[in-house]
């Protein structure tokens, strides 16, 4: 900041970022007959020394938003789609390490998934389930890179219970032993990976960088694996269970932070009519909705994804 | 309608209809262990001897939509939950049959889709991919269905070119013989079934009636296919390829209507950089979008799915 | 069509369309230092000659969608935007008389408003509230005109009644003699105006043309004083009378479609708590809602308006 | 937290909270034959001693998110709605003071506005313009209330410029001195207020709290005069004389976070046409968009308003 260009005013500048948000990047690999996609929704937040910009319009030290999108376009042929993580932190490194008045890159990407169909071996459909999303940030130090998914509709149409809960004057619930338990994940789990060692590299050499694609299919796995193996007596302990599988299985892995919407499906009650039913016909609720969030911890591991919702 | 009920103004009433939208019922089947799932969306649309309710407020003809609703969630336990287009069979009769004033029912239903995760045998995911439509129409004398899916992204990363249009003044495109195409499809198809013969049945035997769930699959596959497998020059050519592909194999499919938007995904110029773009990297953009909407009959039948876009 | 180009299959080509959908042309007119603006959303389908395409891909007919695209943006700078109607009525016209093999062109446009702020006369806001809509089609013999609205969300907090309606033993509902009416107003309404004498004119001199921007502010206000004014037995009565009005203050309208979903506010029981709910605390429902839709039209005037919900 | 439920896993519970979220309460007040609405959604989470229910499903200390939905819609009658800020503070209070170990409750709420329309004195068109927002959070001694709004569109359609700006390889953005600056306002304001000398009162004598109602009238003016008033040289100095004129004129605000999207109006190429574009025809575009976020603080106060985008 220069100190002319602040206005003579009460008020000062906080934290701020800029940058070009949703880059729809498409990266077609032709090996032969046989394409792969990668399907990339791409966001960039910069922050540095953007006072003067702030205080008297000067842009001088602004590397525009639109530059930021093309170079999202130009690294996916200079350096490829291998992951969204990897791709991130060739991103991320470039911005803080190319412009000095830049310190810290934020780089979030939404990633999706693609099936093949026919045998043509060009031929796709979205497989629609859910968004997997990553966000790396460098400081010019070192990376933190919190990978995640979202969208992910689960549901359990039996071993859930709720019973047992605090009551007070505004207390109608009745307990219930046999209950749908129904949520749609969104997941972030960080690395314990910061790159520390090799910022000065060219990234091609991430030698000790996590395998990010197998890692994001074993956590997926992860998770639904707990969802469905945990008898369930309340969404808070499927939550735990959930986040403690993942750190259990995976070393690189420090913290993971959950939101869990409970998707109610309510039991209809058709003795009106008289039917009887038995855990069979529910109504799925829109809205209102129980919303249980946790982070899970490595112990010893300082939380660090930050509480958004 | 009753003479004395309508008001001495210049204006009648035209063609009306109402009832209960967007009815979520679950129904889940407990074979011993092992669940299965049904999740639906339900609208109902009752038309008939409506004009005194519009004319004076007299509610007399009007069975509440409280009631359809109601009626959804009961049969859902009374008649199960077979296919969506039975179950809407099941309801579109009733409506018809058990109230005089009703002349016409109309079910439009949602499916959505879900996987098996775990071994539990009672967890599931939702799949995410398209939307399963169906819609069934009751006049008391026959069945109108109309199956369909939507929400099902494809894309063909070659194989397709665009040139030797049209050109007027305002004409800028360049031809191109490798493009990608994309498009979400949204699609329905009119069986030739009325179930004329036995609607005076109970419809549990319901024999002649085309098998819901298999055709599904196999209308879905076609659809898929047909996309994959066309060597396209035009996206109205891709079209017609996927109705045709439907009839031919399905004779008892009469019409098809397919809404393709052209989900375009053009070439990023990156010459600027120095780069040479080899159909590598794309982006994918919102709107404005190319739509392409058509249907392919069976020679000699007659169109009766309405264009409704 | 050529004979030859059709393969030999068991299928015909029925009604298509194709063209750009959702051009979001805004124009900026300046009055010297005070701006207008004119914010729309212009989706084009033409029809016509067009079994080449897709029976053997042939695109020697087609225009492309971007020339179309073009053309809405060109038109904008060469007609202006008078007003929604008048500019689909220019660009319907163009489709059609410029190109031999399109036989029909339907423009549908949605118009966002804007109000000013400060004292510039160049800063507005979106007024968010209903969003204007218009269809335009021409088929090279006369214009065919269908406003309206959407998204505009009415409540009346009392004078609403719903009892003496029809049951059978579904019926659940309580009887009321006051309730919340609630809906969110969809309304097309169809101009009797079909410029069948001047279509070889150039438009400027549309001196027999409805005044789209006057009409549509009254007939707003009609709605919206028929839904205040009218007390209610039934969303029905409350449609026809918002209908009616619009036709009955406007003779060159001949038609009135309305869709009104019973955006429901239910009572909240809290006699639980020891709390009466005098009509005053209530519930805001999202799913299932009633939804009722109905056309009313001038005495003697043909239903026009496609039924498409 | 009982340190024997905890299992022996290597992992810790972090962060977590739990509630209803999105209860749609609306309140109607009658004065006679005038009405007045209140339309809100309200979601309740809560912190406290909540390691059992995660670590072994003992809900002991789970008040059911039931509960706190029930308490929402007994509080608009209990104690009416006044303000979204007031109705938060009792609910906080509430929950924190009524359960041991809840230690922290947040409760969000969206506002939507509605205006009169007819002469009945209880009709109503909902506004549809922003959402008013508010976030009050009680952790037993004191309150912090943000408030803000969303979905503010804005345009100035000139004495907007952009230039002057930083450039890399990647770079190949014109300059431009006249453009079209349009965003859609997400804005957050901190009060000064924690209430903390009242906190054992009934809250009814909120003597020294904000004039909340007229308070947002008054900033959300100071916005929109601000946007409007500023010839801007970049979206950042805009969002600087946003938030630094809101804490000029309200001694109670202490910190103000914006995040404006910069709906991007591109000039469109008429030449290719034969036409010119004197800053006439724009297309609005959807994705990328530039991204601008940040915080203004009065000088000498802390940053509390979270970093969430």
């Given at each position: 900041m220069t100190a002319d260009s602040r206005p003579a005013r009460p008020t000062l500048l906080g934290q701020n970022q800029y940058g070009k948000a949703e880059n729809r990047v498409v990266r077609i690999v032709r090996d032969g007959a046989t394409h792969r996609i990668k399907d990339l929704n791409v966001s960039v937040a910069l922050s540095g020394a953007m006072d003067d910009v702030h205080y008297?319009?000067?842009?001088?030290?602004v590397l525009p938003t639109d530059t930021t999108k093309n170079t999202v376009f130009a690294f996916a042929k200079e350096?490829?789609?291998?992951s969204a993580e990897a791709f991130g932190v060739h991103l991320a490194r470039h911005f803080v390490t190319s412009q000095e008045q830049i310190h810290r890159a934020r780089i979030r990407i939404e990633e999706y998934g693609w099936e093949r169909i026919g045998a043509t071996g060009h031929s796709f459909a979205r497989t629609g389930q859910e968004t997997r999303t990553t966000e790396i940030t460098f400081d010019g130090r070192g990376f933190q890179v919190i990978s995640g998914l979202k969208d992910l509709v689960v549901l359990n149409s039996t071993d859930s219970e709720f019973w047992g809960y605090a009551k007070d004057e505004y207390t109608t619930l009745k307990e219930t032993h046999d209950r749908i338990l129904a949520t749609e994940v969104t997941a972030r789990w960080r690395f314990s990976w910061t790159g520390e060692d090799e910022t000065?590299?060219?990234?091609?050499?991430?030698?000790?960088?996590?395998a990010w694609e197998e890692t994001y299919a074993q956590v997926r796995g992860h998770l639904l694996e707990a969802f469905a193996g945990t008898y369930s007596l309340s969404l808070q302990q499927t939550l735990y269970a959930m986040g403690s599988r993942v750190i259990e299985h995976h070393a690189g892995i420090d913290e993971v932070r959950l939101s869990l919407p409970n998707k109610h499906h309510f039991l209809v009650d058709l003795e009106p009519f008289g039917l009887k039913n038995d855990n069979e016909v529910y109504v799925a609720a829109d809205r209102p909705y129980g919303l249980i969030e946790g982070t899970v911890l490595r112990d010893g591991a300082e939380a660090r994804i930050p509480v958004t919702d």
């Open positions: 008297s319009g000067s842009n001088a030290n350096h490829g789609i291998e000065e590299g060219d990234g091609a050499e991430n030698g000790d960088a996590p």
